[in-house]
């Protein structure tokens, strides 16, 4: 007989994982011990085990993210589990399935105080749509099965927590006893379809309108071919969420990428001109940047239902997969000859990516574009590359600058945004994808929250990749940039040099006492260099990019209510007050004249 431990570990396999990433201790020892024996037997599982509970957990969230099965992560008991939950709630956020086992202390303490015992399942209760305790061997089956079925249906974490007893109790033979659940290990089909009848009033919108946009998120990720032939056929533009930036190639000249703070004047301009607005795998957050009430006559697909209609008044929700509800739509679809709108879409575009590179080749006094940075990174991507971004400004360049084409891949903490995901995500691509270049851009800041630490998961695991070239860049500037300038954009307020300051480290020399190549780069016209010696690099670099803090990371259009703010901020006596006005002037003078306009408050559709 098996124990419950060990028939969990097949149970997993069963279910098509492969790799986990865990943090061992004693409240789930016992399972620890069963994965040990099982990797000795050669039927185990590959366990990851990084730094910290909070990187495994991420590192499941990337795992989902870019394989598209489900991620697995292992926690002991209270510290362990507590430590999981951000990670589980970016998870829970991006719509991924991720299934965590956590552990628990014995059956008798629960209730009783003891060491490291705590309510699990109320902690996890908001971020897992299923969480519960496996209390008797003849629920283990049905428990597991549950919640990777769950993770898998609802796009949703879930977890099972594993008492430290039941861990080692024996598992029996299920049979017909009364309350025993025999579950499979299979998961439901999630190619759902709407009805016909909701595809033809779709069809009948789309196929009435003459500016058809598309809005594209990383719930379309396998339906790339299908939303080309949809914006083919409608003459439509294109226009992708940050998360769904790797769904629509860069080369496709209608795709003006992504949209908002983050986003381009092109992409803007289709949200305030468009007549038609179809939504396919986004919940799109921002509703300031989308089309007026009215406007746009609205569709949204999407597998999660609750969030159809949520952001624009749509006229029809197709509740589906969007690969499946694209494939019975695009029949219905008229084939149109009116490209005017598309080839506009593709003209400012083109216009827009000369705005990017005059940005990127600006020249700031007190440090290195972090423009240019990520724009000289593009240029050198392989084909093949798969980059990370972080939150922070690092996200504001991959936006602005990143143009995933080929066989490219690119992702980051989306809706929860977190601070140091960059570096989980970059190492579970690794491991991945071992034969694939992999680039990490993250900000100082988050790289010293834990993601220095992940050097140290790179440096143990790294004989393991087939292609060792692994790279960080990390844009030094010493302050918690994005923040800093939501002082002052949003709030008005001079930067607190007590909360944003960060203690400058010398990144390079910490990636070479690890024994990897470290680059420092202080000046413009070293970047081009470093990336070319970094893509020579067979194995790991890291990048330490001294940039300016002052760069603005300037919308596609600047309110009255942003330009109003910063000068408050300045007023009050912001720190870097005279670089900041000096390096906002620097940018600005690089726009074009609709970017002028815009900024000065000038267009005529009167929007501020």
């Not at 803007?268 to 009215?294: A, E, S």
């Not at 600006?362 to 290195?368: L, S, T």
């Not at 420092?520 to 790991?540: L, Y």
Request: aromatic fraction near 6%.
């Amino acid at each position: 007989m098996t124990t419950v431990s060990e028939f969990v570990i097949q149970r997993i396999r069963e279910w098509g994982v492969s790799r986990v990433f865990g943090y061992p201790g004693d409240g789930i020892g016992e399972f620890d011990g069963a994965l040990g024996s099982a990797e000795r037997d050669g039927e185990g599982l590959d366990y990851i085990r990084p730094t910290h509970e909070e990187i495994c957990a991420l590192m499941a969230t990337a795992h989902a993210k870019f394989t598209g099965e489900v991620g697995v992560c292992v926690a002991t008991s209270s510290p362990g589990a507590f430590h999981l939950l951000n990670g589980l709630y970016d998870a829970k956020m991006d719509n991924q399935p991720v299934v965590a086992i956590v552990g628990q202390q014995g059956l008798a303490s629960f209730g009783t105080a003891w060491l490291q015992e705590s309510n699990l399942e109320r902690v996890f209760s908001d971020v897992a749509m299923y969480v519960h305790t496996i209390v008797s061997p003849e629920q283990a089956q049905a428990v597991v099965d549950i919640a990777f079925r769950t993770a898998i249906i609802n796009r949703q974490p879930t977890v099972v927590i594993l008492p430290h007893d039941v861990q080692a109790m024996k598992m029996p033979t299920l049979g017909l006893e009364n309350w025993v659940s025999r579950s499979s290990a299979v998961a439901s089909s999630t190619s759902v379809v709407g009805p016909t009848a909701e595809l033809q009033k779709a069809a009948d919108i789309i196929n009435s309108g003459e500016r058809v946009t598309l809005l594209v998120g990383a719930g379309a990720d396998a339906a790339s071919t299908e939303v080309l032939e949809l914006a083919r056929r409608a003459g439509a533009g294109i226009v992708t969420a940050l998360r769904g930036k790797q769904v629509v190639s860069s080369e496709v000249p209608f795709h003006t990428q992504q949209l908002g703070l983050l986003g381009s004047l092109p992409s803007l301009h289709q949200m305030q001109r468009c007549d038609t607005l179809v939504m396919i795998g986004t919940n799109y957050p921002y509703g300031q940047f989308m089309p007026k009430t009215g406007q746009a006559r609205g569709i949204q697909i999407d597998l999660r239902a609750e969030q159809l209609g949520l952001r624009y008044p749509t006229e029809v929700n197709l509740w589906g997969d969007a690969k499946a509800t694209l494939t019975a739509l695009l029949p219905l679809i008229e084939q149109t000859s009116e490209l005017s709108w598309q080839e506009t879409v593709s003209g400012e575009m083109r216009d827009w990516e000369s705005e990017m590179e005059a940005q990127a080749m600006a020249v700031y006094a007190d440090g290195a574009n972090p423009r240019r940075v990520i724009h000289e990174l593009n240029a050198r991507l392989p084909d093949n590359a798969i980059v990370t971004a972080d939150a922070g400004t690092t996200a504001d360049w991959y936006g602005h600058h990143i143009r995933l084409r080929g066989q490219m891949k690119g992702d980051l903490s989306g809706r929860l945004a977190t601070m140091l995901a960059s570096m989980p995500y970059a190492v579970a691509a690794k491991f991945a994808y071992p034969e694939r270049p992999v680039i990490c851009t993250i900000g100082d800041g988050a790289f010293q929250m834990l993601g220095m630490n992940e050097l140290i998961t790179v440096k143990k695991y790294l004989t393991r990749w087939s292609n060792k070239q692994f790279i960080v860049v990390v844009l030094h500037n010493n302050d918690l940039e994005q923040v800093s300038w939501e002082m002052r954009t949003e709030d008005g307020n001079p930067v607190w040099s007590t909360s944003q300051d960060v203690e400058s480290v010398d990144y390079a020399g910490w990636a070479e006492l690890l024994g990897f190549r470290g680059i420092r780069v202080t000046k413009d016209e070293e970047i081009a260099d470093a990336w070319d010696a970094a893509f020579a690099h067979p194995g790991v670099t890291l990048i330490d990019a001294c940039v300016s803090k002052n760069v603005p990371p300037l919308p596609a259009h600047i309110t009255r209510e942003f330009a109003t703010n910063v000068a408050k901020a300045l007023l009050a006596g912001d720190p870097s007050g005279v670089g900041v006005m000096r390096d906002s002037a620097r940018a600005l003078a690089t726009e074009g004249v609709e970017r002028v306009k815009s900024a000065l408050h000038l267009r005529r559709d009167g929007d501020d």
